[in-house]
Structure formats: structure tokens, C-alpha cells
């Protein structure tokens, strides 16, 4: 899956699908998550965040990481 395609899909499922009931949240958590969200930068690999009361801006970085070749080897994975 390329990583543009990977990120669009976190996008959607953090702006889109309700938290109501998960890791003990209720409904309003959704909200709050979907006014954060603002767009995803396929330049940088991020998903970024904007909080409008505050202004400040974070983000959600994907890391391209890979298992040393010797521990694929030995099964580890």
C-alpha cells in the first residue's frame, strides 16, 4: 500500500468512524477528534492536526521503519 494511500485511510477512519464507548470515551470525544483533524501532508507523511481555540498545531508522523534483515532471518517477526 503506498503511503499516501495508508495515511488518507487513517484520515478517514480518525475523521469519520465515532469513539463513543471506546477506551472508556463517550460521545463527545468524536467531536472534539473530528474538529481537530485538518488534512493529511503526503509531503511530510503526517496527519495534522489544528487546535482552533489555541491555534497550535500538531502532528501525527508515520515512520517508515523495517526489522534488521538478521531477526526476519532467525523468524523473529
Known amino acids: 500500500m503506498e503511503t499516501q494511500t495508508f495515511l488518507n485511510i487513517v484520515y478517514d477512519i480518525i475523521a469519520q468512524n465515532p469513539v463513543a464507548g ?3 470515551m463517550m460521545g463527545q ?3 472534539i477528534m473530528t474538529d481537530l483533524v485538518d488534512h493529511v501532508d503526503t509531503e511530510k507523511n503526517t496527519i495534522v492536526f489544528i487546535n482552533q481555540k489555541t491555534g497550535k498545531e500538531f502532528e501525527l508522523r ?3 521503519t523495517y526489522a534488521p534483515s538478521s531477526k526476519v532471518a532467525r523468524g523473529g517477526l
Open 29 to 31: 470525544e468524536h467531536d
Open 62 to 64: 508515520l515512520v517508515e
Open 22 to 24: 471506546a477506551y472508556g
